[in-house]
């Protein structure tokens, strides 16, 4: 990928070598990290792989707006004149969006931020944030914008949230042959490099489908059904986890999209769910799952960067099988490092989520020794 602003721009920190390059480095640093040579790596397309982007809006004293990202000493920012790695979809309207707010007074006055959300029929959901109160006059005129360059807007200030005609895109996947369709909320977590998260996905529906081992299946950290819905299938039944109510509303909702019917999914902490497993506890949440008809042999987990707390590592270690999707290579080998005894690792991967960075998404098949 090529953009003027390499060097300058805080957002990607690897510019100036050939991608195979910064593929091999990354690859090299896990291996050395885990002491494992045999590493499958998915690279990623160079340009137009964010499905999402945020950008900060500059305002200069003459009036002119430009769209600004931290700099690379972390010191200030760099107004963007591109950002080839947005989405076609966004590239091709976010520059047109600003022009149209600069011509706006209403539009323009005490714009903070602009957040795009894209999917792959081509719609955008675009999330404007102020610092000030919004009133009719802006609703009128974002209307407009809505309309003219046919996206979905949002208007955020303190307190305040304006969804012109919705708040969701609804994305479609093809995963193994098969389409899978998801709602996106905006304030919801989504996989911001849609190419790699199929991969990813059809990554563990292979492991699954080579251990043949069937049972039924645990995921924590599910957010909206992403790895679920497609893997349900290969399960009899499925119980999933997260701790966000938004999140659990849109994956019960994605299950419903899909016709998808031996998931159940539930709000509880990793904590939680070993208390009610166990017996020591129980939960209204779980007043309609029986825990005790589950036969459990595989479990996914897809932590934060903070990896798995202790409650985790607890509850994962009741599994015969274990699948780690991890988005920090250091606290995945501290997790690791408690499980090695127990567990062997069979495969390793590398996802390039975010090409032309330091960034390293890793899953782990384990198997318990």
């Known amino acids: 990928m090529d953009c003027k602003h390499f060097g300058a721009c805080g957002s990607c920190t690897i510019y100036g070598l050939e991608y195979s390059e910064e593929l091999r480095r990354k690859r090299e640093r896990v291996s050395s990290l885990f002491g494992i040579d045999d590493i499958e790596i998915f690279p990623s397309t160079q340009t137009h792989y964010r499905a999402r982007a945020e950008f900060r809006v500059w305002h200069s004293k003459n009036g002119k707006i430009d769209y600004a990202m931290g700099n690379s000493t972390r010191d200030g920012v760099i107004l963007i004149e591109e950002c080839p790695k947005v989405s076609k979809d966004i590239n091709s309207k976010m520059w047109v969006l600003r022009d149209m707010i600069q011509a706006s007074p209403i539009l323009r006055e005490r714009l903070f931020s602009i957040e795009f959300l894209s999917v792959s029929n081509g719609e955008i959901l675009v999330t404007m944030i102020y610092h000030k109160r919004l009133d009719d006059s802006w609703e009128i005129e974002s209307r407009e914008l809505e309309k003219k360059l046919d996206i979905s807007i949002i208007g955020r200030s303190r307190k305040q949230k304006i969804t012109l005609s919705r708040d969701f895109l609804t994305q479609r996947l093809t995963i193994k042959g098969r389409e899978y369709i998801y709602r996106y909320y905006e304030l919801g977590f989504t996989q911001p490099n849609p190419e790699i998260n199929i991969k990813m996905v059809e990554w563990v529906i292979d492991r699954v489908e080579s251990s043949g081992d069937g049972g039924d299946f645990l995921e924590t950290y599910c957010g909206l059904g992403n790895f679920t819905i497609p893997i349900s299938s290969y399960f009899n039944r499925v119980l999933a986890t997260e701790i966000s109510k938004s999140s659990i509303k849109s994956a019960k909702e994605n299950c419903q999209l899909n016709g998808v019917d031996n998931i159940d999914f539930v709000r509880l902490s990793a904590g939680e769910l070993m208390e009610a497993l166990s017996g020591r506890r129980s939960f ?21 960067r903070g990896g798995l707390d202790m409650d985790s590592i607890e509850l994962v270690s009741n599994f015969n099988k274990i699948i780690y999707i991890s988005c920090n290579p250091d606290t995945l080998k501290r997790d690791i490092e408690l499980l090695k005894d127990r567990y062997s690792i069979d495969k390793f991967a590398l996802f390039d989520q975010f090409p032309h960075t330091t960034h390293i998404e890793s899953a782990l098949y384990l198997n318990r020794r």
């Open 284 to 304: 209204r949440r779980l007043k309609d799952v029986d825990l005790d008809s589950f036969n459990f042999s595989t479990v996914l987990v897809d932590p934060p």
